[in-house]
């Protein structure tokens, strides 16, 4: 299976609400990332998070990492109707010579 | 920013054509892939390059090759397409971590 996977694999909420994706790994990594992609088009970069970081935050998004449980979760706040689209984490192994392994993404929708 | 420009959004070819798809970046990145996206399956890497002339297989390279001759030109090539690469192929770079994805081309084999 995958190295990344996201849970839940779809969820819907209402804007203004927040909305939480999950991430498990298997191996120990250097870093994780996580993407978004809007229907049809390619993935944006949204924030990076290295292996002996616990949290990071981004404008309305915040990242943690529990390399001990080896998972990820992503909080978007205050979420948006602009918000709607598949999340991804990518995990870049210690062994992979810095390849990006993904996960298969969770769609989010925010209704307006 | 960052701009990776993939030449084609939509492609129809037929099986056995020979298909190239071809991916520019404009930051002068050592880091190129191609990766594949397919539902239920996820991003899967087919070919990565981190620097010219040199490249290295991902995890699915069969039926396909790369070229990089120039640091900001990378291109896969579907020596003799089939069905099953019915797809939509997503191009990268990166500097260090991050990547930088272009627009995808969906690829349809008939």
């Known amino acids: 299976s995958q190295q990344g996977e996201e849970d839940p694999q779809a969820l819907s909420i209402q804007e203004g609400e927040n909305a939480t994706m999950n991430c498990s790994y298997k191996t120990s990594i250097n870093n994780l990332q996580w993407y978004r992609q809007n229907s049809g088009r390619g993935l944006v970069h949204l924030i990076l998070?290295?292996?002996?970081?616990r949290e990071k935050h981004s404008g309305r998004l915040r990242v943690t990492l529990d390399t001990s449980k080896k998972s990820s979760s992503l909080l978007i706040t205050a979420s948006r109707a602009a918000d709607t689209a598949s999340y991804f984490c990518?995990?870049?192994?210690?062994?992979?010579?810095?390849?990006?392994?993904f996960g298969e993404g969770t769609q989010l929708t925010v209704n307006p | 920013d960052v701009k990776v420009t993939q030449s084609s959004r939509y492609l129809v070819k037929r099986t056995g054509e020979k298909v190239f798809l071809e991916c520019v970046q404009d930051m002068d990145h050592e880091n190129m892939f191609w990766y594949r996206q397919d539902p239920g399956l996820g991003l899967r890497l087919i070919y990565f390059?981190?620097?010219?002339?040199?490249?290295e297989k991902g995890d699915i390279p069969e039926g396909y090759s790369v070229s990089r001759e120039k640091k900001e030109r990378f291109s896969l090539i579907l020596e003799s397409a089939s069905t099953n690469q019915t797809s939509m192929y997503l191009c990268?770079?990166?500097?260090?971590?991050?990547?930088?994805f272009g627009n995808g081309t969906r690829l349809t084999v008939t």
């Open positions: 390059s981190y620097d010219v002339k040199m490249k």
């Open positions: 990518a995990t870049d192994e210690e062994t992979s010579g810095s390849r990006l392994t």
């Open positions: 990268a770079s990166s500097l260090f971590r991050a990547l930088h």
């Open positions: 998070i290295r292996s002996n970081e």
